[in-house]
């Protein structure tokens, strides 16, 4: 079974710039969550979605957002990029509920100048 | 956000020597998972824990579930090179509840 996948894994943008990144879950898996990590950090929750619904939002500001697709595909997007955007943003999936034991995607790296 | 206590913040080991690391809250949990993350790469589930009291092994790591429910340890032995990288703790209180992370500890080995 394939894994969890999420393009690009490397992104470089500038301060007030948008960007759009994605994230393919496991087949049959219907909840995917999404975490900001920056270095030395833990894993800080964005949202997860379920059912193209957003069910859980972390404490980030309106400029994240995301949204899920009929085939549990995700997105998220970040509007006005600031230099503190720079982390690692990681996507997980899981069969329901994102209680459940997440399986994770390698990431994509932003890095904003 | 709500966190996990998480110790140690990081470990600088001999090969070959033992590991230990916790997490502990305030909370109960009725499920306590064991991640390890290498750089540049996302957390890889290493040991799932769903009763209290359980212990579970995986090759040479070995947790357990608190029977308070409030905790949870990770046991490496006989370290070697390939597990250095930060392994993080999470809880979750209730299937309806998003999991809660540790701040992940950091294992390094000396050479």
């Known amino acids: 079974k394939a894994g969890v996948t999420q393009t690009p894994r490397y992104l470089i943008k500038t301060r007030g710039q948008q960007v759009t990144l994605s994230c393919s879950p496991i087949s049959g898996h219907r909840s995917v969550s999404w975490y900001q990590q920056t270095p030395g950090q833990g894993l800080q929750f964005l949202f997860e979605y379920f059912s193209e619904t957003q069910r859980n939002k972390g404490n980030f500001p309106g400029r994240f957002s995301g949204r899920q697709f009929s085939n549990s595909r995700s997105e998220m997007n970040v509007s006005t990029l600031e230099l503190g955007d720079s982390a690692l943003y990681l996507c997980?999936?899981?069969?329901?509920?994102?209680?459940?034991?997440?399986?994770f995607g390698p990431g994509t790296r932003l890095l904003v100048l | 956000g709500q966190q996990l206590n998480q110790s140690p913040q990081s470990m600088f080991i001999q090969e070959g020597e033992d590991v230990s690391m916790n997490c502990t809250s305030s909370s109960i949990f009725n499920t306590w998972l064991w991640y390890k993350q290498e750089p540049g790469e996302g957390p890889v589930l290493l040991i799932a824990?769903?009763?209290a009291g359980e212990l579970t092994s995986n090759g040479r790591l070995t947790a357990q579930f608190g029977i308070t429910r409030k905790d949870s340890f990770l046991n490496i032995s006989a370290s070697i090179p390939s597990d250095v990288g930060i392994y993080f703790c999470a809880g979750q209180m209730d299937s309806n509840y998003q999991l809660i992370w540790g701040a992940g500890t950091k294992l390094i080995i000396k050479p």
């Open positions: 997980a999936s899981s069969f329901r509920k994102a209680g459940e034991t997440q399986y």
């Open positions: 824990l769903y009763k």
